[in-house]
């Protein structure tokens, strides 16, 4: 299909036309995303108008790919033989370094939420493998970089414009005449009301967490917070802390992301033939929260989730370990906030010489254990779930 229409008045084809339209649209939002984020105060409410300026970034890509195969494909209608040769040039030059933004701008943008260990969700339908590995560094210099590039499309489209307008209201000649005035209208229609939608979701999210602020979601009952290991006397676990780890899974936006808790420490006895005096007491610093992005790692110690500065450690305490067909399952309570909850702690143990090596699993539900409420509550944004990883290498050694 020719990209010309009519000899007399060439025009470029509806399918350039509607890519072109629909990724103007699309970047006159993000614009306005930005500027409604930089003047919200509900961190929540930041996180959704980010994630869905993320999603409209990516499809801003999809859609820049579209339409550079669509003008490599097709000829695009000739301008006025009148024009001068500079005004070709420059009208040239534009149109590319256009096409470099809408490349440059949401490739920076999928690196930078790389590097901060933020996986890209496209409207929570799928997310996008991540390009970099986290790293705080080149994070901000990706920022830095992002924004700049914003900065430039910026000028770069207002030139476009203003050349549009010459064309049509001082040449008075066809340039602008060439993309429909009724796909524009259509279109920008289309990308209002999902704006619309977009900023109504997050708006109505961050206001439903009446239910959360009165423990209404709390459907684990709290245990005794005044558990105490009973004394054992199985030998203890010389725990490797080099080589084990506590780390956990969560979704954000639509995307998971992982953590680590590097500050830990538990008094483990274990025996298979022994299982009733078995007995782990893990004890972890709620400040040494790590998930390779500084803002998260402080949310994450503020009052609406751990409460670092009032409650420094979480307790997890087992009460009885039973075997399964799979391995071991382990009874327990975590002591969270000064509150303790009953949970389940799936788990193995294997031996490799003298060293033992446990690998255990926990699926725990953060609103049940109080933790992310307030406007946090929102489950659209923030998961309810959370997936504990655990793998410890340790010596057995008599006391």
């Not at 590319?96 to 920076?108: E, H, Q, T, V």
């Not at 490797?240 to 680590?260: C, K, V, W, Y």
Request: charged fraction near 20%.
């Amino acid at each position: 299909m020719s990209e010309t229409t009519s000899a007399r008045k060439p025009v470029y084809s509806r399918t350039a036309q509607y890519l072109h339209w629909a990724v103007a649209a699309m970047i006159v939002l993000q614009f306005v995303l930005i500027e409604i984020a930089e003047g919200t105060t509900s961190r929540i409410a930041v996180l959704g108008l980010f994630a869905n300026h993320k999603s409209v970034g990516m499809t801003i890509l999809m859609l820049a790919i579209l339409r550079l195969g669509w003008r490599l494909a097709n000829q695009p209608p000739k301008l006025p033989s009148e024009m001068p040769a500079w005004q070709v040039q420059v009208s040239a030059l534009t149109h590319w370094a256009l096409y470099a933004f809408l490349f440059a701008l949401p490739i920076s943008g999928w690196l930078m939420s790389s590097a901060a260990n933020y996986s890209v969700s496209w409207f929570g339908l799928f997310t996008w493998p991540d390009l970099v590995s986290p790293d705080e560094v080149l994070k901000d210099t990706l920022k830095t970089v992002h924004e700049l590039l914003g900065k430039a499309l910026f000028v770069i489209a207002l030139l476009h414009v203003l050349a549009a307008c010459k064309h049509h209201f001082l040449d008075k000649d066809d340039v602008l005449k060439r993309m429909s005035a009724a796909v524009p209208l259509v279109l920008f229609g289309l990308i209002i009301a999902g704006g619309t939608w977009a900023l109504g979701s997050v708006g109505q999210s961050s206001e439903s967490t009446d239910a959360t602020d009165s423990g209404a979601v709390a459907e684990t009952q709290p245990a005794s917070a005044d558990a105490v290991a009973e004394s054992s006397d199985l030998p203890l676990w010389r725990i490797d802390f080099n080589t084990s780890f506590i780390e956990f899974t969560a979704t954000q936006a639509g995307a998971p992301f992982t953590g680590e808790w590097a500050d830990w420490q538990a008094k483990m006895q274990f025996d298979e033939q022994d299982l009733a005096n078995s007995r782990f007491d893990v004890v972890i610093a709620t400040s040494g929260v790590s998930t390779d992005d500084t803002e998260r790692d402080e949310t994450l110690q503020d009052s609406d989730f751990f409460d670092a500065e009032n409650h420094p450690t979480v307790r997890f305490l087992t009460s009885e370990i039973t075997q399964t067909d799979e391995g071991y399952l382990a009874q327990a309570t975590l002591t969270v906030k000064g509150t303790a909850y009953p949970v389940e702690f799936v788990f193995d143990v294997a031996t490799d010489g003298e060293t033992r090596v446990l690998s255990g699993e926990a699926r725990l539900d953060r609103l049940a254990l109080g933790l992310g409420l307030g406007e946090w509550a929102d489950t659209e944004w923030v998961g309810q779930y959370v997936d504990v990883l655990v793998g410890v290498s340790a010596v057995v050694v008599a006391e």
